[in-house]
């Protein structure tokens, strides 16, 4: 079984709809969860950072930690077309820069204009 | 900020032959990360230095692959002899050592062995 785990999708709703992605983890060391997203043919970008449970919102976007369920979710309000990428979700045990991060295999997200 | 790096973007040899990519982190970046995605088993990390020094080389999938970082600002990976199921994105990523631990990934090399 996989640390952590993550619907791969592919998922296409249409502009303005709200979106839901999640992730699941097994390790209970976890503790800073973060969103990357990707566009096609470029490198992950950091888009969400939690540490423990709660919610936590930027903007069109909200990220919720449940550690006692070792779930997690990231909602995308008023969707975009330009937020049409592949999204990670990742985490790690602290929040050291040389701390390996433990990534999902990502949710190809498609947004109809 | 440049930002993190790699050469070459794309790269295309035959099997068996030795392939080498290059990795400039962000300068004052402390940790530096090679890492291989494929849509099967998404991005796995192969290796990680902190200060130069190869920290972590568990995710090696073998010994055809070796990694080298000679100083603060720049870093390779080797594969020899290269094999087709070696084909993939590989990224390097960078990030300082305390904070968020955000990582800084660069654009990827698209690795493809015939």
């Given at each position: 079984q996989k640390e952590v785990e993550q619907d791969p999708g592919p998922l296409s709703v249409p502009e303005g709809a709200i979106v839901s992605l999640n992730c699941t983890y097994s390790?209970?060391?976890?503790?800073y969860f973060m969103w990357y997203r990707q566009y096609s043919r470029k490198g992950p970008e950091l888009l969400m950072y939690t540490y423990s449970s709660g919610n936590k919102e930027d903007g069109r976007f909200t990220a919720q930690v449940d550690k006692s369920s070792k779930y997690i979710s990231l909602f995308i309000r008023d969707s975009q077309p330009s937020d049409s990428a592949t999204y990670l979700c990742a985490m790690s045990a602290s929040n050291f820069g040389n701390e390996k991060l433990t990534f999902g295999t990502g949710t190809r997200l498609t947004i109809i204009p | 900020d440049a930002g993190v790096i790699q050469s070459p973007r794309h790269e295309v040899t035959e099997m068996g032959q030795e392939v080498t990519l290059r990795c400039k982190p962000i300068s004052g970046h402390n940790s530096l990360f090679w890492y291989r995605q494929t849509m099967m088993r998404g991005l796995e990390l192969l290796i990680y230095f902190n200060n130069n020094v190869p920290i972590d080389d568990s995710g090696m999938p073998e010994d055809r692959f070796s990694a080298k970082m000679p100083n603060a600002s720049f870093s390779t990976l080797k594969i020899q002899p290269s094999e087709p199921r070696d084909s993939a994105v590989y990224f390097c990523a960078s990030s300082r050592d305390f904070g968020t631990g955000e990582l800084f990934f660069g654009e990827g090399s698209r690795l493809t062995v015939l």
């Open positions: 390790n209970s060391a976890f503790q | -």
